[in-house]
């Protein structure tokens, strides 16, 4: 089935600094989602993604839709340690509400 | 609003034994879909359902996994018989019918098979 790769796997930075993750799929998707999840919860949806070469924000989170509909990327300005956790793209090939394939997570761990 | 809510939240279970998960959608939502979480395979879908039938169960392991929703404000997935393997957390997301379908997901039900 459809694979998403998503890098890196994990990431350790000092707080304040800035965080870059992104996704790359074989085929093309027709949307992005971003998703955050905490230690014994399910996933919380960040941002989400419909249209190519789209720029979205939610506060000191910006997600990108890749030209090529084949990649997204997220980026967390200026981190905080409230920002840990193991962060998610998912994808959808279809243009209803199929389901989601999701990539393995970027574990995001902050060093105050 | 209250969001997707899953029971329980822990279940631990022999193998062998017959495993019920419950799921209740957010209010007002259409699609109702499983995923299981493992640390080797990460977050796949198993099933969804659109207005209570089941659209995709490609994603359902085997025949010992069933999944039903027999009304729009309640699923369920059942393992029978339950093997170790089926160890994971288990999750319910639900979306709505129109708009731009973005799923929400529950707090995940964790099943240990011993």
Sequence with gaps: GQQLNQSPQSMFIQEGEDVSMNCTSSSIFN???????????????????????ELTSNGRLTAQFGITRKDSFLNISASIPSDVGIYFCAGR???????????????LIIQP | DAGVIQSPRHEVTEMG???TLRCKPIS??????WYRQTMMRGLEL???FNNNVPIDDSGMPEDRFSAKMPNASFSTLKIQP????????????SSPQTGRYEQYFGPGTR????
């Design chain 2, 82 to 93: 339950s093997e170790p393997r089926d160890s994971a957390v288990y999750f319910c997301a």
């Design chain 1, 31 to 53: 949307t992005w989602l971003w998703y955050k999840q905490d230690p014994g919860e399910g996933p919380v949806l960040l941002i989400a993604l419909y249209k190519a070469g």
């Design chain 1, 93 to 107: 090939e279809g243009g209803g509400a199929d389901g989601l394939t999701f990539g393995k997570g970027t574990h």
């Design chain 2, 17 to 19: 034994q017959e495993v």
């Design chain 2, 28 to 33: 007002g939502h259409d699609y109702l879909f």
């Design chain 2, 111 to 114: 099943l240990t098979v011993t």
């Design chain 2, 46 to 48: 198993l099933i969804y």
